[in-house]
Nanobody
Framework: QIQLVESGGGLVQAGGSLRLSCAAS????????MGWFRQAPGKDREFVAR????????NYADSVKGRFTISRDNAKNTVYLQMNNLKPEDTAVYYC??????????WGQGTQVTVST
């Protein structure tokens, strides 16, 4: 059974930092692209960042470039999202996803990030 479990969300003041983690199980983690997405209230789910199987190639949404960093530890079957200089508009439920980069096969249950002014 394939599972993705996010953690690390919470309430933080604007300008603060959070580190999200997503632990994967059920299939060979290092074979797959991992991504982070988010969904704010009343809005569609949007892409945040992705990382290739090796960790050497990353992509970011323009809105988070320079503030967020995606990384992975294949030995721990875990992908991370370091979020710095958080803004109120970053408030959303954050989801990790696993797939081949174009198609995302599996999703986590999400973790809430709330940034206060």
């Amino acid at each position: 059974q394939i599972q993705l479990v996010e953690s690390g969300g919470g309430l933080v003041q604007a300008g603060g930092s959070l580190r999200l983690s997503c632990a994967a199980s059920g299939r060979t983690f290092s074979l797959y692209v991992m991504g982070w997405f988010r969904q704010a209230p009343g809005k569609d789910r949007e892409f945040v960042a992705r990382i290739d199987w090796s960790g050497r190639s990353t992509n970011y949404a323009d809105s988070v470039k320079g503030r967020f960093t995606i990384s992975r530890d294949n030995a721990k079957n875990t992908v991370y999202l370091q979020m710095n200089n958080l803004k109120p508009e970053d408030t959303a439920v954050y989801y990790c996803a696993q797939g081949m980069g174009v198609r995302w096969d599996y999703w986590g249950q999400g973790t809430q990030v709330t940034v206060s002014t």
